[in-house]
């Protein structure tokens, strides 16, 4: 019997935006952003004969792997021994978030375990920018440094067709001081969008909030200096 992963919802949706990502446009209005291509590993029990769990867990521990190869980079091993507490708490929590996209290149069952390997594109722009944040990397973050700003947009939501996501791309892109909109996860009932303004999260914030979309306000439900968090409750555009 399949047992229930808490992992897999999110990894759906890693799965789900990665394909969409295909065959989105790129970036909106903006230069091309940092990325590295790494390949990765990520090997998994397999317990109670759950081939699909294991899989999951697998491809989960592939996709950070990836992410810390980009990290080990950047970075000496002593620094980042010493600030291992920020990483587990702050970056690989969010490891979905700095995947642009992945390909399977080999996977199989073996010895009582599944493994995965993996060639996956890094945001790495984004990801230094928050190492910068937490004090893992040197330097003061861009958000603080020649008056650019750097955040996600989290939108709570599904959205009804590929015309949808093009118009909310462009009615974010249009609000005066946004530099450029990149799509990094969609999902669902979630989509993520890393924003490089002028401005800070929260005064982007406020003229999302003047916004209609398809006859809605779209309504804030967070906003702080490195996010924002919105949602839409539109029978034309989105659902909860």
């Known amino acids: 019997m399949n047992r229930h992963n808490p992992a897999r919802p999110a990894l759906r949706a890693i799965l789900i935006g990665c394909v969409l990502l295909l065959f989105l446009p790129g970036p909106s209005a903006a230069p091309a952003m940092e990325q590295e291509s790494v390949e990765a590993d990520g090997v998994a029990a397999i ?4 081939l699909a769990q294991a899989r ?3 491809l989960s521990l592939a996709l950070r792997s990836a992410l810390e190869k980009v990290i080990a980079a950047s970075a000496p091993p002593d620094v980042l021994a010493g600030r291992k507490p920020v990483l587990n708490e702050k970056i690989y929590p969010s ?9 399977i290149l080999r996977e199989a069952e073996q010895d009582g375990a599944y493994a995965v390997k993996i060639a996956a594109t890094v945001d790495a722009a984004g990801l230094k920018e928050d190492l910068r944040r937490h004090g893992v990397l040197a330097g003061k973050a861009d958000a603080v440094r020649g008056g650019e700003h750097r955040f996600v947009l989290a939108l709570r939501g599904t959205f009804a067709s590929h015309h949808d996501y093009l118009a909310f791309r462009d009615l974010v892109s249009g609000i005066p001081g946004v530099q450029n909109v990149s799509p990094v996860s969609i999902a669902p009932d979630l989509s993520e969008w890393r924003l490089q303004s002028s401005e800070s999260a929260p005064a982007i914030a406020r003229e999302l909030s003047k916004r209609r979309f398809k006859g809605t306000t779209l309504r804030i439900v967070q906003s702080d200096a490195e996010a ?7 029978k034309g555009g989105f659902r909860d």
């Open 47 to 50: 317990q109670s004969s759950n």
């Open 56 to 58: 999951d867990l697998a």
């Open 95 to 103: 490891t979905e978030r700095y995947i642009v996209r992945f390909r």
């Open 228 to 234: 924002i968090v919105a949602t839409f409750n539109s």
